[in-house]
Nanobody, 117 residues
């Protein structure tokens, strides 16, 4: 069974940091581009970041560029999203998904990040 399970969501203060994790199973993880996508309360989905199978090439939405870092550990079938300098507008449910922007395939269940005092 193909599965993605996110973790790490929490309440963080503005300016703080948080690391999200997503563990994959049921497919050849290292062969796939992986993405993080978020949905803020009452808003649509926003693609946040992507990383290629080898972990060499990354891309980011302008809204998070310079603050978030995506990485992966193919030995652990895990993709990460390091969130620094968090802003209230980063509050959202964060999903990891296989595939890149525009062709997302399998999705996890999501993890909630709240940025607030």
């Amino acid at each position: 069974e193909v599965q993605l399970v996110e973790s790490g969501g929490d309440l963080v203060q503005p300016g703080g940091s948080l690391r999200l994790s997503c563990v994959a199973s049921g497919f050849t993880f290292s062969s796939y581009v992986m993405s993080w996508v978020r949905q803020a309360p009452g808003k649509g989905l926003e693609w946040v970041s992507g990383i290629n199978g080898g972990g060499i090439s990354t891309s980011y939405a302008d809204s998070v560029k310079g603050r978030f870092t995506i990485s992966r550990d193919n030995a652990k079938n895990t993709v990460y999203l390091q969130m620094n300098s968090a802003k209230p507008e980063d509050t959202a449910v964060y999903y990891c998904a296989s595939g890149g922007a525009g062709y997302l395939e399998v999705w996890g269940q999501g993890t909630l990040v709240t940025v607030s005092l």
